[in-house]
């Protein structure tokens, strides 16, 4: 009979790093698993519903862009914003100054904000 010296059951968040640690030291480990290795948090839990989050985000993003360069009249205005925003709409990534300069959507960066920071008479009060 096989002797071990120590027998986890689940490999989970707690189970699977327990039984790398021990085995690690030398140790002679069995770890049971009756399902799915990685547990609760790699299958159904935390991970899982993060990337549900992440999505929605996006979603969220897109929805908002859209809506920004139909209704807004400050996007409608500026031909820049408007190109940016539907390029990044069709990219499908986060409206965020990195996704644009990724891209090399630098414009908000390099034009639009140094031109508004030398006029102050373009600050919203
Ligand atoms: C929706 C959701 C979101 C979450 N988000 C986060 C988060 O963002 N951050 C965070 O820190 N935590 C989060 N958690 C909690 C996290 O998932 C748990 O804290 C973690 O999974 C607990 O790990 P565990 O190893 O104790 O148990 P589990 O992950 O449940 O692992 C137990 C394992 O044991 C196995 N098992 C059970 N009975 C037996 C048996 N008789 N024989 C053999 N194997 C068996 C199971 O199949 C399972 O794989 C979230 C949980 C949920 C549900």
Request: include cysteine; charged fraction near 25%; aromatic fraction near 8%.
């Amino acid at each position: 009979m096989t002797e071990y010296d120590l027998i986890i059951l689940g490999a989970g968040t707690s189970g699977l790093p327990t039984a790398r640690l021990a085995a690690n030291k030398g140790k002679k480990v069995l770890l049971i698993e009756n399902n799915l290795f990685g547990g609760d948090c790699t299958n159904f839990g935390c991970i899982p519903s993060k990337t549900l989050i992440a999505s929605s985000k996006v979603a969220h993003d897109i929805k908002r862009a859209k809506d920004a360069v139909k209704n807004d009249p400050f996007v409608q205005h500026h031909k820049e914003w408007q190109r940016a925003i539907k390029k990044l709409v069709g990219m499908k990534v986060r409206a965020e100054q990195q996704a644009l300069a990724k891209w090399g959507l630098n414009y908000v960066i390099d034009k639009y904000l140094p031109n508004k920071l030398k006029n102050q008479k373009t600050w919203l009060p």
